[in-house]
């Protein structure tokens, strides 16, 4: 429990330094900063990309220089210090490795081409979705137009209930129920 309190209280004052950095550009508090963070923005780094002492020195440096331009952005209401400083370390990052050319993909894009299946729907699924389709056509026939119509909507246009409903200026219930009775007579038409 004393260990909880002791990194509340280290994550108050960390919070008071990049205070006193937006408000007063306080060097000291940027000191304290930069003590506190740059060895955590190099580890960062270099689990990243282990063996990279120069790229991690040079993170560290953007992400301070960041902190320093940016601390009267930071508001403890939407985010966590560390999740803030973080988020430049990693924005920091990515800027880094494309100005740099290091973030080169080996993706060949004709081998991608090459490589897709085609699943469009073969013969055989094509006139078993046709006879389905004319299948429950043909069965919303023999169900009371208003049914038909809304069930025509809602299935074979993809409407939702309420898009039916604002357009057949019906109330949402009556969608939902009238859906509901045509469905349970599909269901004993089909089974015939």
Same mark, same amino acid.
């Given at each position: 429990?004393?260990q909880?309190?002791?990194?509340s209280e280290?994550?108050?004052? &960390?919070?008071?330094?990049?205070?006193? @950095?937006? !408000?007063h550009?306080?060097?000291a508090?940027f000191?304290?900063?930069? #003590?506190h963070y740059?060895?955590l923005?190099?580890a960062y780094?270099l689990a990243r990309?282990?063996?990279?002492d120069?790229v991690?020195?040079?993170?560290?440096q953007?992400v301070?220089?960041r902190i320093?331009l940016k601390?009267s952005s930071?508001?403890?209401?939407?985010?966590?210090l560390?999740?803030?400083?973080?988020?430049?370390?990693?924005?920091?990052r990515i800027?880094? &490795?494309?100005?740099?050319?290091?973030? @080169?993909? !080996?993706i060949d894009?004709?081998?991608?081409?090459?490589?897709?299946? #085609?699943e469009?729907?073969g013969?055989?699924?094509l006139?078993?979705?046709?006879?389905?389709?004319?299948?429950i056509?043909s069965?919303?026939?023999?169900l009371?137009?208003a049914q038909?119509?809304?069930?025509?909507?809602?299935y074979?246009?993809g409407?939702?209930?309420?898009?039916?409903s604002e357009?057949l200026?019906?109330p949402l219930g009556t969608?939902?129920s009238?859906v509901r009775l045509a469905?349970?007579?599909l269901?004993?038409l089909?089974t015939?």
């Amino acid at each position: 429990m004393g260990q909880s309190k002791t990194s509340s209280e280290r994550l108050a004052s &960390l919070q008071g330094w990049v205070q006193k @950095v937006a !408000e007063h550009r306080d060097k000291a508090a940027f000191a304290e900063l930069f #003590d506190h963070y740059v060895p955590l923005i190099r580890a960062y780094s270099l689990a990243r990309e282990p063996a990279a002492d120069l790229v991690a020195d040079e993170l560290a440096q953007e992400v301070m220089m960041r902190i320093w331009l940016k601390a009267s952005s930071y508001d403890p209401k939407l985010a966590n210090l560390n999740t803030w400083i973080f988020t430049l370390a990693r924005n920091c990052r990515i800027d880094y &490795l494309r100005r740099n050319s290091r973030y @080169v993909s !080996e993706i060949d894009p004709t081998e991608i081409f090459e490589n897709i299946e #085609d699943e469009s729907p073969g013969p055989f699924q094509l006139v078993h979705q046709t006879r389905a389709q004319d299948n429950i056509r043909s069965r919303l026939d023999k169900l009371p137009a208003a049914q038909a119509e809304i069930l025509s909507k809602v299935y074979l246009q993809g409407k939702s209930h309420q898009q039916t409903s604002e357009e057949l200026k019906l109330p949402l219930g009556t969608v939902k129920s009238r859906v509901r009775l045509a469905l349970k007579k599909l269901e004993v038409l089909v089974t015939r």
